[in-house]
């Protein structure tokens, strides 16, 4: 077993070998994470894993070209190759219907899913989510666009974060460090180049589909994000049909972590709901 609690099990899913954490009983919840420098399901879910993990099944990969998950050769990215291994991972483990949880950048991926495939999504969470239009923030131009330093990391972290006192100095060397790990950076930089309003555009559903959707839809946002803008959970609240909003006050982009508690509530009661 690897001393690195960001590597846990290994399956292969759409021909991929993909590192994911899997732990608890009950109905299974995936979580998707979000697309930051050197992150991985490990760093997003951390604190929510092991609480979610008390009534339910969950189950964390690492997203194609994003942390220990392996790599395509070709180093190209696209939202088909994103659903294909998602849905490959589903298939892999045999899941047949799963509540679906996307943060950031996880929940495009996530809301594809739900309509591509959406007898098997019970209930959708999307936090600080894309998905919709918005003019690229100054945030999220410098996440896409890191270039690997620790006084870079420490200033993105800023962003990410509405208390500062969250921001240490260990926590930039820890995330920078992640960032530097071979292959990271090189699949990370090929995912969203300049002109990055391009991708915000690309991973924008209609809303005619968003209105389309029949899933149970929990919408989280922070207040004070930075890097996705607060219209964005508007937006989807007011598009899909059948959903609900909470906004967290004194809350930047790390929902989970900064108001780790009460998030995890929520998401545990709001999947009770559908058992």
Same mark, same amino acid.
């Given at each position: 077993m690897s001393?690195?609690?960001?590597? %846990?099990?290994?399956? $292969?899913?759409?021909?991929?070998?993909?590192?994911?954490?899997?732990?608890?009983?009950g109905s299974p919840i995936v979580l998707l994470h979000g697309s930051g420098p050197g992150v991985s399901a490990w760093a997003n879910w951390r604190l929510t894993i092991p609480e979610l993990a008390k009534?339910? =099944? #969950?189950?964390?990969? @690492?997203?194609?070209? *994003?942390? *220990?998950?392996?790599?395509? +050769? @070709?180093? $190209?990215?696209? /939202? @088909?190759?994103?659903? +294909?291994?998602? #849905?490959? *991972?589903l298939d892999a483990l045999s899941l047949d219907k799963v509540g679906l949880v996307g943060n950031s950048f996880g929940s495009a991926l996530a809301l594809q899913l739900a309509t591509r495939i959406p007898q098997r999504i019970s209930r959708l969470v999307l936090m600080g989510a894309v998905g919709v239009g918005f003019e690229l923030t100054e945030g999220l131009d410098k996440a896409w666009g890191y270039q690997p330093s620790i006084e870079s990391m420490r200033e993105l972290m800023g962003y990410f974060a509405f208390d500062r006192a969250l921001v240490t100095d260990e926590l930039a060397e820890l995330r920078?460090?992640?960032s530097i790990r071979p292959g990271f950076q090189e699949s *990370? %930089?090929? /995912?969203?180049?300049?002109?990055?309003? $391009?991708?915000?555009? %690309? !991973?924008a559903l209609p809303e005619e589909?968003? =209105?389309?959707?029949?899933h149970e839809? !929990? #919408?989280?946002?922070?207040?004070? @994000? +930075?890097?996705?803008? !607060?219209?964005?959970?508007?937006? !989807?609240?007011?598009?899909?049909?059948? %959903?609900?909003?909470? #906004?967290?006050? $004194?809350?930047?982009h790390w929902t989970q972590i900064e108001h780790s508690k009460r998030f995890n509530e929520l998401l545990s009661d709001f999947f009770a709901e559908a058992a």
């Open positions: 001393q690195n609690p960001e590597i %846990s099990k290994s399956i $292969r899913a759409a021909g991929i070998e993909t590192n994911y954490h899997d732990e608890g009983k009534k339910y =099944r #969950v189950l964390a990969p @690492d997203v194609l070209g *994003f942390g *220990f998950t392996e790599r395509p +050769k @070709d180093n $190209r990215y696209d /939202m @088909d190759k994103w659903v +294909k291994h998602a #849905v490959g *991972f920078y460090k992640a *990370f %930089s090929a /995912m969203f180049p300049a002109p990055r309003q $391009r991708w915000i555009d %690309s !991973l589909t968003l =209105r389309a959707l029949p839809t !929990l #919408v989280i946002h922070g207040r004070e @994000d +930075k890097i996705i803008p !607060l219209s964005n959970a508007y937006q !989807l609240h007011q598009k899909i049909q059948r %959903s609900q909003l909470h #906004v967290f006050g $004194r809350c930047g």
